[in-house]
């Protein structure tokens, strides 16, 4: 993601310039910096945050160097867009939180990127609008082709794929979780089997969540927002159709990169606007929701070790996010 990030920066946000490309891997920021004309490379992350010559930081970095680095980004005096989630622990999350208050001033936008995604801009924009009268449910379904890392587990998908779809479902829905369930089919070899989660929304509603982290045919994200009058559906998102042989066939991308491209470009642009404006961008994610998206996921993977619904129970929101 750091890479495609740099990319982003040095090829479709004009105005920001690649400064520095910082790695534990020296080899591997070299390339990346060389591939994309960055000024300098670096290895420690503290200490390239603190750089003059550096106003703003992309953090791309594994899960539990992304609430650190936050911190580090805030009291340096840096906006940073920060990969999700911001932790895969809410007590941390509530530390950023308040770092970032103590300094009086918006610094955190979350890697959210599917809020910048025109499919649940059109579902936002059908509930805002009266087509499907009031939200009942809404269907998940996120799969990968297969897991991203050798170690990713059950309680992973959970952590690190699902936050996407309970923070945008939020986003939609405008609401918060109040409990959660989550179940594993058997698979017969030894990859790790989909999760299948059940939400309860404050307002009612249902939210269904299939994470499967190992569905082989392609990198798959579908959602449908049912109404009491209408209904909405994702398209699978693809330019171009093979008709041949008696069949007709679309592809699928390979993995989030590609089929996000789009939504990276915008909410990479508007991160860009958050440094030189300081403004917050509307729809980005904050470190409200990083917590609010690590909450409900601590409740999924207790659901799924003890088999039983767990309550959803938050902080209370901070005036200083409203
Ligand atoms: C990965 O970390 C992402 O953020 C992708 O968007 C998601 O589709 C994938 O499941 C995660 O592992």
């Keep these: 993601m750091g ?9 479709d946000m004009p105005g920001a310039t690649l400064q520095v490309v910082c790695d534990m891997d020296a080899d591997r920021a070299k390339s990346v ?8 490379v670096a290895s420690d992350p503290e200490a390239t945050i603190a750089r003059t010559d550096v106003d703003a930081v992309i953090v791309a970095s594994p899960d539990f160097t992304h ?48 809020r910048y995604d025109q499919s649940y801009a059109e579902m936002r924009e059908a509930l805002a609008n009266g087509a499907l009268g009031r939200a009942l449910m809404m269907h998940n379904f996120h799969r990968n082709v297969e897991t991203p890392a050798a170690d990713f587990t059950g309680a992973m998908a959970i952590t690190n794929s ?19 369930t989550a179940h594993q089919p058997r698979r017969s070899d030894a990859r790790v089997a989909p999760v299948v989660m059940v939400l309860e929304t404050t307002d009612g509603q249902l939210v269904t969540i299939e994470i499967n982290n190992n569905a082989a045919y392609g990198y798959d994200v579908r959602a449908e ?11 699978n998102v693809a330019y171009t159709r093979t008709d041949m042989k008696l069949a007709s066939a679309t592809r699928y991308d390979a993995d989030w990169r590609g089929r996000y491209h789009e939504a990276y470009v915008s909410q990479n642009r508007a991160f860009l606007r958050f440094v030189e404006t300081g403004t917050f961008p509307e729809i980005a994610s904050s470190s409200w929701d990083g ?8 409740a999924g993977v207790r659901a799924l070790q003890s088999g039983t619904k767990q309550a959803v129970e938050m902080i209370a929101k901070p005036e200083f996010y409203a």
Excluded: W
């Design 291 to 298: 917590y609010a998206a690590a909450v409900v996921a601590e």
């Design 67 to 114: 609430a650190p680095l936050s911190k580090a980004c805030i009291t340096a005096g840096k906006r940073v867009l920060c990969e999700k989630p911001l932790s895969q622990k809410s007590a941390e999350c509530i530390e950023v939180m308040q770092t970032e208050m103590a300094a009086g001033l918006r610094h955190v936008m979350l890697g959210f990127m599917r």
């Design 162 to 180: 699902a936050p996407h779809e309970f923070d945008v479902v939020r986003l939609v829905l405008r609401t918060e979780y109040a409990s959660i």
């Design 3 to 11: 890479a495609d990030h740099a990319r982003i920066v040095a090829e």
């Design 225 to 235: 927002l049912v109404g009491e009058v209408g209904s909405i559906a994702m398209n």
């Design 33 to 40: 910096a060389d591939a994309h004309g960055a000024a300098d």
